[in-house]
């Protein structure tokens, strides 16, 4: 996925669980609330199946969108005591 600067993908629900991965440039993401979080490359955004989520970016960004039933990503996550 490529936005331009001043790019935006609206205000939507996530069909399916789906993980952004940020990898040039930057930007802002919010879930449900309307608190915004910087992305930058090497941040990873999950969204879970059913949540309401915007992306959007001044610069410009490139990142890949991976959308999947079985997208589980705490498979890959360590866990630490």
């Known amino acids: 996925m490529y936005l331009e600067g001043n790019g935006i993908i609206g205000y939507h629900q996530a069909t399916v669980p789906q ?26 955004v999950f969204w879970e199946k059913d949540e309401w989520h915007e992306t959007k970016t001044e610069q410009g960004l490139t990142a890949i969108v991976i959308e999947s039933e079985e997208l589980n990503p705490s498979m890959f996550m360590p866990i630490y005591d």
Request: aromatic letters at 4%.
């Open 19 to 44: 993980l952004l991965l940020i990898l040039s440039g930057e930007g802002t993401v919010r879930g449900e609330q309307e608190e915004y979080v910087k992305v930058k490359p090497g941040d990873a």
